[in-house]
């Protein structure tokens, strides 16, 4: 009785994945109306040869402009074709600061562009990083 219980339980559970599974296919790719009653879509216009801006796998970052502390501009555009890690961090956070001294090591031993982005205020951001800075030399 036992084993029967076991493989009816197995059983079930089986069936479930596969229902599960097929469930979620439905539902990515979904069939319109218009194909169930032998009408076929057809995409118009030119094909992007150029991934599309977006956050997904596969897609192109969307591109955005930092104001350096020298005032100069620096666009995530500037950097295709390179390897780019882009780090939000804040001076008064303090795992941020102590993560500083491994990017600009990573920086040095390997070819990947880093893109720091302090999300502190100017004003504030300017004295901070002075500070911090005359703190670790």
């Given amino acids: 009785m036992k ?4 493989i009816l339980g197995i059983t ?16 990515e790719n979904p ?31 969307p591109d955005f ?5 020298n005032g100069e501009t620096a666009k995530l555009s500037d950097y295709r074709g390179q390897k780019v890690l882009i780090n939000f961090w804040a001076t008064w956070c303090p795992p941020c600061r102590a993560e500083m ?6 920086y040095n031993e390997t070819d990947i562009e880093i893109l720091a982005v302090n999300l502190t205020g100017r004003r504030v951001q300017e004295e901070m990083l002075t500070t911090l800075f005359k703190s670790s030399n």
């Avoid at 079930?12 to 539902?27: I, N, P, S």
């Fill in 3 to 6: 084993k029967w219980i076991i």
């Fill in 12 to 27: 079930a559970l089986f069936g479930w994945a596969v229902y599960d599974f097929t469930d979620k296919e439905t539902k």
């Fill in 31 to 61: 069939s319109s109306e218009g194909e169930s009653s032998g009408t076929k879509m057809v995409a118009e216009g030119e094909p992007q040869s150029t991934p599309q801006t977006g956050l997904k796998k596969g897609q192109d970052a």
């Fill in 65 to 69: 402009t930092l104001t350096q502390l």
């Fill in 101 to 106: 001294p491994d990017m600009e090591k990573l």
